[in-house]
């Protein structure tokens, strides 16, 4: 390969000094310049009673590509790591949602409670805290399908609609200082898992 001169000159010199030395070149293939190619060069001095001061002795070298056993260690490597980080997130999403329960029971009470007042004020507080902890656990509910505990539930959605029902929590979560406008087109109907939907 282009540009690996200086250094196969240098796994030589090790070779006929250790008896043997090895090298992975990263290698660009101008026919193919969006993948990169590794090559392993071995070399081994064939005469073990020669020493590196003799100018004859020699060595063999050998080249291999293990550009295909490389690519499928990166893919397992990932594959592991999103399956670490799949059942990381199932565990705290499950421990989310019986969070999310407690809450979402306690607010029910309130709201109740509120009704039975007369307190609307107290009542809409607990509604879009009520609505809050719903959306929490549809995203507790996507955490858990993506870790793959938890199955895909989608359905056929107004869009529109949908985000209207958002407008509220997001307004709440950006602050009085913020403001938010949506411009959405009417009758747009969409197949989704609604708590997937909200988290993205």
Known sequence: PYGAGSRLRTV????RRDGESTWTH???????????????????????????ADPDVLCFLQCIDVTEEREQSIRTAQAERMASIGELAGGLAHD????????????????????ALGDDDLKGYALRST???????????????????YPVNESTILLDEFV???????????????SVRFDL???LWVRADPGRLSSS
């Open 26 to 52: 990263m290698w660009t293939d101008p026919a193919d310049p969006g993948r990169i190619r590794f090559l392993d060069v071995r070399a081994h001095r064939l005469d073990d009673s020669a020493t590196s």
């Open 12 to 15: 030589l010199s090790s070779a």
């Open 185 to 187: 087109e009417p009758g």
């Open 131 to 149: 609505q809050a902890v719903q959306r929490g656990s549809e995203i507790a509910k996507a955490l858990l399908t993506v870790s793959g505990r």
């Open 164 to 178: 209207t029902e958002m407008a509220a929590l997001v307004e709440q979560s950006l602050g009085k200082d913020t």
């Open 96 to 115: 989310f949602n019986n969070l999310l329960f407690v809450a979402l029971g306690n607010l029910q009470l309130i709201e109740r409670k509120a009704e």
